[in-house]
């Protein structure tokens, strides 16, 4: 039987969101293919080879037209999320071309019409053009949509410092993984009890992902962690300081 989608959307928006996974699919697997897998191997060898600013900065270039976007099933478990948690500030740590950002946005406009108050998400992209792009794609699925979002572009640790909502819900990390913990402390003082920290491929990308997964699992950090089956690893933590 096939899975249900749990997303309600016009459809305009889902058939948008279908080929924009077929996209990024399709560029997943051409990357495989030159074994540019993006594992924690693959991260090493760019450290390897370079001073870690560097290694960002090529990593950067090689991801400046890819969407790599977050796994559709992993999209679709977030917009459950925010709907169970009835979440409504949300900040998604690596924006890319936005597919994930359209589900987030779906959930916590639904969310903040059912809570009764003001929401919003926000996302962060350090490309001007993807961020750009990005943009496009929210305006094709209209104010609902892009009404709910807060673009921040540029580097994510100097974007995030300011304007934070006094309460956030719900901290998606899908970034370089060595920004992933410094991302977090920033946040970290706005997540309200019971806060979620969703973290991607930390079953392939553990060892890069290291330092954050060493501070989320420390028994007096506050955080109650497992590591969701889905493909490459995805990381529930859930803030119960």
């Not at 991801?63 to 998604?92: P, R, S």
Request: overall charge negative; aromatic content about 8%.
């Amino acid at each position: 039987m096939a899975a249900v989608n749990p997303v309600r959307a016009p459809q305009h928006v889902l058939t948008l969101l279908s080929e924009l996974h077929k996209k990024s699919l399709e560029q997943e697997a051409v990357l495989s293919q030159k074994k540019r897998v993006f594992s924690s191997d693959f991260l090493g060898d760019l450290e390897d080879q370079h001073s870690k600013a560097t290694a960002r900065e090529e990593f950067d270039k090689l991801m400046l037209d890819k969407f790599i976007a977050l796994d559709e099933d992993k999209c679709q478990f977030a917009y459950q999320l925010i709907h169970a948690m009835g979440a409504t500030n949300v900040i998604e740590a690596g924006t890319s071309f936005g597919v994930s950002t359209i589900y987030l946005a779906l959930a916590v406009a639904s969310t903040k019409v059912t809570m009764g108050k003001p929401g919003t998400v926000i996302a962060t992209e350090k490309e001007d053009e993807k961020a750009q792009l990005a943009k496009t794609y929210w305006a094709q699925c209209g104010p609902e949509v892009e009404g709910v979002i807060d673009l921040r572009v540029g580097d994510l640790l100097e974007t995030l410092q300011s304007d934070l909502p006094q309460v956030v819900d719900l901290l998606l990390l899908d970034i370089w993984a060595p920004l992933a913990l410094p991302t977090l402390k920033i946040v970290q003082p706005h997540l309200r009890r019971g806060a979620v920290i969703l973290t991607d491929n930390t079953i392939s990308g553990a060892a890069g992902y290291a330092a954050l997964l060493t501070y989320l699992r420390d028994p007096h950090s506050g955080f109650q962690n497992m590591t969701l089956p889905f493909t490459n690893g995805f990381e529930m933590s859930v803030y119960l300081p």
